[in-house]
């Protein structure tokens, strides 16, 4: 059953980071890459004055990408916070003397509850990273 649970989150996760990527990585890539290939057009820059055009190219995209880790950091913080409260009341029960069914049972319904509540999440945190993503981009 849990396994079922991180695959239902492992997929809708992936379909926000494939949709963030098309959307709008893969722009700022493609910015990035002109960019730093019109550093390299000057041919009266020094070799360190490309190289720093060039680390200037490459900021927004390493905010973007800091930007996506960090919330998806967070976001699996926080389910695992969530799901390690079911383990706690299932060790509980057991140590209370309930049966390993029901206990196994409301472990069931306690890890279903995280992740329908962090599915749920899902939409509003797509939707902060790409405004946020879009700002870096300006």
């Given at each position: 059953m849990a396994e079922l649970q991180q695959l239902r989150v492992q997929e809708?996760?992936?379909?926000?980071?494939?949709?963030?990527?098309?959307?709008?990585?893969?722009?700022?890539q493609g910015l990035m890459f002109r960019c730093s290939a019109s550093c390299c057009e000057d041919s009266q820059a020094s070799m360190k004055q490309v190289h720093q055009c060039i680390e200037r190219c490459?900021?927004?995209?390493?905010?973007?990408?800091?930007?996506?880790?960090?919330?998806?950091?967070?976001?699996?913080?926080?389910?695992?916070?969530?799901?390690?409260?079911?383990?706690?009341?299932?060790?509980?029960?057991?140590d209370a003397g309930s049966k390993e069914l029901q206990v196994k049972q409301q472990l069931d319904s306690c890890v279903t509850k995280?992740?329908?509540?962090?599915?749920h999440l899902i939409p509003t945190m797509t939707k902060k990273m790409k405004e946020a993503l879009l700002s870096i981009g300006k």
């Amino acid at each position: 059953m849990a396994e079922l649970q991180q695959l239902r989150v492992q997929e809708a996760v992936d379909s926000m980071v494939k949709s963030l990527e098309r959307e709008n990585i893969r722009k700022m890539q493609g910015l990035m890459f002109r960019c730093s290939a019109s550093c390299c057009e000057d041919s009266q820059a020094s070799m360190k004055q490309v190289h720093q055009c060039i680390e200037r190219c490459h900021v927004p995209l390493a905010q973007a990408q800091a930007l996506v880790t960090s919330e998806l950091e967070k976001f699996q913080d926080r389910l695992a916070r969530c799901t390690m409260h079911c383990n706690d009341k299932a060790k509980d029960s057991i140590d209370a003397g309930s049966k390993e069914l029901q206990v196994k049972q409301q472990l069931d319904s306690c890890v279903t509850k995280c992740v329908d509540d962090h599915m749920h999440l899902i939409p509003t945190m797509t939707k902060k990273m790409k405004e946020a993503l879009l700002s870096i981009g300006k």
